[in-house]
Every structure is written in structure tokens, then in C-alpha cells.
């Protein structure tokens, strides 16, 4: 069984060492689809055996399927990877030895996905570890045509495997915030679409697989997208904090919990309200207030 694996660069000379090496024992194939580094991340991709292809950025989504439209029929297995993600030793093994018993009929195949946060693991808040289907096979799964928090869909039995993905990104506070505060606009625009819609919905919501993916969407587009703007934000940290016991995760666990699980849900409905504020007053549609408002063109992202 043959694996290809996709990892989405721009400017990570910091990470994409440590991705390729971390695949190195099972992988047949690393393509790193990169969008316009000015770093040495494709110098460094290339001299680790990497195949690097170059196409500009619209989203995740867009890029990924265009990658995975690059592949040839040869291709068994695609593993999706991060460049701050590394394979754990136990995963890479379980990779190597697993894929070849997995059944016919297995489209996907579920990992054990670990964050840390500022160096330190975070274990707690209910939301780590987290399976996420990054391992499927050639031609039975894409990536959902969303602007953010996309996730693999797959056509087909999944199953789960043991080892460990870890989330494990070197940058800094400043770097951590920036990064959000542009991914707090992309979840503006999948927010507003599920009132509006104006481009093409899809979604892992699922309650009858109790797929922990499936679940927290579900409860995302249909609980938490229904509750008052602000106060959800505030709600979701205490059931991280206090009932899930993010508090245990020390001083840099709080750091993370309060950042990721408030201050970003915040800015999320903060620029919420200024796109509806901006549509009120403009009487301009949903697109053409994200456009102005956060700067970003969603007629850009091809349906796929």
C-alpha cells in the first residue's frame, strides 16, 4: 500500500524538517503544495526528498483538493499533514504495519490528534486528544468546501487508529494571535453562510455516527451558532475551563484556554456584528459586506 502525503506550506522553514522526517518510515510520496514562501521552506522541502508544487492561495479546501487533483491513479493512501504537525513514532509504526490489514471497505481512517500550546501538552477543556480523519483512500475522500475548520469527507466505512498526531506549532504569542485573527474572519464567513447562504454548504455534522468530529459540528451549527452573539463565547469557556477542567492544564493551559476558547470565540461575533452592522447600514449582501469589512472575496473559492 502506497502513501502520499500533502502538507500546505508558506514560510515554514521552522516546521517542515520535522514534518517530512516524522513521516519518513512509511511514506512513499511527500507532495508540499506551497503558496508563495519567501522563506528557504521550498529548499528545505526539496532537499528532504519532497516533490514541491506551487499554486496560489484562495483557502485550505481549495488548496488541498487541488492537490489531491494532482495525484495520479497509483496513489493508494493520502495522509493530510500540517507543517507543524508531526507524526508520533507509535503512529508512524501503526501506519507502517496497519494499512495493509485494514479492510476493503475502509474508506478513511481516523487519527489522535495532541496540542500543545507554548510547549506545554494540553490534556484537558474536552477537547484533547481529538480524532480527526486525515489518513483515506485515493479517490474516496476531499477536504468540505468551507473557509475554516475543515475537515476530510470520505465515501465509505471509517475506522480508527491508536497513535498519536501532535499539534506542535514553534512560533510565538504574536505569531499565535495574528494567525487567529485571520482565522476569526474565515469562520465569519461559514457563520454567516449558514443564515444566508451564498456559497455551496457542507459539513461533517453528523449525531447518528457519534463520530466526536460529527458531534461537535453538529452542536456547532445548530446549538452554538443559535445563541446570542458575546455570551456563547463566554459560555463555551466555562464549560472548558471549569466542567471539562481546562484549569488543570496550569499557567500555560490557562493562557491557551482563555486565547482559544474565549478571546477568539469573541472576536469571531465581534467581527460578526460589524459585517451585520456594515449590511444594515450599506443594504449590501453578506459577500459584499465580508468583502469590504474583513477583506476577504468569497466568490474566490471554487466550488469543488
Request: charge should be neutral; include cysteine.
Amino acid at each position: 500500500m502506497t502513501v502520499t502525503v500533502i502538507i500546505l506550506t508558506k514560510n515554514e522553514a521552522m516546521h517542515i524538517e520535522r514534518a517530512i522526517a516524522s513521516i519518513a518510515t512509511f511514506a512513499d510520496r511527500c507532495m508540499v503544495v506551497d503558496s508563495g514562501s519567501t522563506d528557504n521552506t521550498v529548499a528545505l522541502a526539496e532537499a528532504h526528498g519532497a516533490q514541491v508544487v506551487c499554486n496560489p492561495w484562495t483557502n485550505y479546501a481549495t488548496q488541498f483538493n487541488w492537490a489531491l487533483s494532482q495525484l495520479d491513479s497509483g496513489t493508494d493512501w493520502v495522509l493530510r499533514l500540517d507543517a507543524d504537525e508531526i507524526i508520533s513514532e507509535a503512529l508512524a509504526e501503526e501506519i507502517a504495519r496497519g494499512l495493509s490489514n485494514v479492510p476493503a471497505a475502509t474508506a478513511g481512517i481516523f487519527l489522535q490528534r495532541r496540542m500543545t500550546f507554548m510547549g506545554q501538552p494540553i490534556r484537558y477543556g474536552g477537547v484533547f486528544p481529538l480524532q480527526v480523519l486525515r489518513l483515506f483512500r485515493y479517490g474516496a475522500g476531499r477536504c468540505e468546501n468551507r473557509w475554516m475548520d475543515e475537515h476530510i469527507i470520505v465515501d465509505g466505512p471509517t475506522q480508527v487508529f491508536k497513535g498519536e498526531l501532535l499539534d506542535d506549532n514553534l512560533h510565538g504569542l504574536t505569531w499565535w494571535t495574528d494567525k487567529h485573527n485571520h482565522y476569526a474572519s474565515r469562520e465569519v464567513i461559514d457563520l454567516l453562510n449558514l443564515e444566508f447562504g451564498f456559497i455551496p454548504h457542507e459539513t461533517v455534522a453528523n449525531l447518528q455516527e457519534r463520530r466526536q468530529v460529527g458531534v461537535k459540528r453538529w452542536i456547532k451549527e445548530h446549538v452554538y451558532a443559535r445563541l446570542p452573539g458575546g455570551s456563547r463565547a463566554f459560555l463555551y469557556f466555562l464549560y472548558r475551563y471549569v466542567i471539562r477542567f481546562g484549569f488543570l492544564d496550569g499557567k500555560n493551559g490557562t493562557a491557551f484556554h482563555v486565547l482559544q476558547g474565549f478571546w477568539y470565540r469573541y472576536l469571531v461575533d465581534a467581527k460578526i456584528t460589524e459585517v451585520r452592522s456594515y449590511m444594515q447600514k450599506t443594504r449590501k449582501s453578506a459577500p459584499e459586506a465580508i468583502k469590504h469589512v474583513l477583506g476577504i472575496d468569497v466568490s474566490a473559492q471554487k466550488d469543488d
